[in-house]
């Protein structure tokens, strides 16, 4: 790696601390140096407080060794006022001489305005180191502004002979196919991301909470397709642990594609990101309309006589891991 290219890389190391906490604003990193030393360094606060930039200059101690320092970004600082300031004047009050920059902020109030305003300043810019990598990392954000819905990621357990559920059971929760290591994993996703989403049939067979109860961090929102308000109140989706929305004909045309539906209505929320986990029919609804960005899907020992089948899809794999017995595959939409 170059040196331009570490300092990048710390950038992104220290923005996954921001995950499932800044959205809708992207998870930022930031990294200050003067002589070959970081100086100071920080990411995006929660949603409505500082940004990466912000935290980094505040960490240096001696602000006067800013102007010969170099600041380096994940993503183009902004131009904008928002629920704060704009970032590219704080540099330019710091006058600090280089400014490295991972990507292009292609939101339409940004989208190169701010490296233009620190170029008008004298501030010498570089754009696109590790370019690649850290649009990877600002998946959520770039698919919100530029497709105009969240970033949709599918998520399953099915049985070694392909079912995700029994065709009958004695209660009316989750039978469980793979182990606690594995569903300690998906609540900590379900911790980075901004929405859960699930149908009616899953709240009914299985009443979920929904909920990140082996792993600390922000509660998503709920999202319930309840077409025809069957639900009751009693259903711990509806429990006061964290907000819900119920997605029903009040809200959404059945008639037509379903899931671009949602979809817009979640952009329209500033949901960013949704990480959906059933049942099978809205899995499939949303593979059918090509309405996916990844797919998380464990594979356990246990096998089911007959029941639902797991949903039918194709992408490309990217990873393999055993968790246990279990074996989890994470695919991209191709």
Not at 69 to 83: D, I, M, N, Q, R
Not at 166 to 182: G, H, L, Q, R, Y
Not at 219 to 226: E, K
């Amino acid at each position: 790696m170059t040196t331009h290219e570490t300092y990048i890389q710390r950038c992104i190391d220290i923005a996954k601390n921001g995950l499932g906490n800044t959205a809708p604003n992207p998870m930022v990193g930031c990294v200050i140096v003067h002589e070959g030393k970081i100086i100071g360094e920080g990411y995006t606060s929660a949603y409505g407080g500082n940004h990466a930039e912000v935290n980094a200059i505040n960490a240096v101690s001696d602000k006067t060794v800013l102007s010969a320092a170099s600041l380096y970004v994940t993503l183009e600082p902004c131009v904008h006022f928002g629920k704060t300031p704009p970032c590219s004047d704080l540099i330019i009050k710091f006058r600090i001489p280089n400014v490295i920059i991972g990507c292009v902020d292609d939101n339409e109030q940004v989208a190169g305005k701010g490296i233009i305003k620190l170029r008008q300043t004298g501030c010498n810019v570089t754009v696109g180191v590790l370019e690649t990598e850290c649009k990877q990392h600002h998946k959520r954000f770039f698919t919100f502004h530029n497709k105009k819905r969240p970033y949709i990621i599918l998520k399953w357990a099915e049985t070694s002979n392909g079912y995700i559920a029994p065709s009958t059971k004695d209660k009316k929760e989750p039978v469980w196919i793979t182990n606690m290591f594995s569903r300690q994993l998906v609540h900590k996703w379900r911790s980075e991301e901004q929405a859960i989403l699930v149908g009616t049939t899953t709240v009914t067979e299985d009443n979920p909470c929904l909920t990140i109860r082996d792993w600390t961090g922000k509660q998503p929102i709920r999202i319930v397709i309840d077409r025809q308000h069957k639900l009751l109140k009693k259903h711990a989706v509806f429990n006061s642990d964290a907000e819900t929305i119920i997605m029903s004909e009040d809200t959404i045309n059945f008639s037509l594609p379903v899931a671009a539906q949602i979809a817009k209505l979640l952009h329209a929320r500033d949901i960013n990101s949704v990480i959906i986990e059933g049942g099978a029919k809205t899995l499939q609804t949303f593979i059918d309309e090509n309405l996916w960005d990844e797919a998380r899907v464990f594979t356990g020992k246990s096998m089911f006589n007959n029941g639902t089948k797991a949903p039918k899809f194709s992408g490309k794999l990217i990873s393999e891991a055993f968790i246990l017995n279990d074996i989890l595959k994470q695919y991209v939409n191709n």
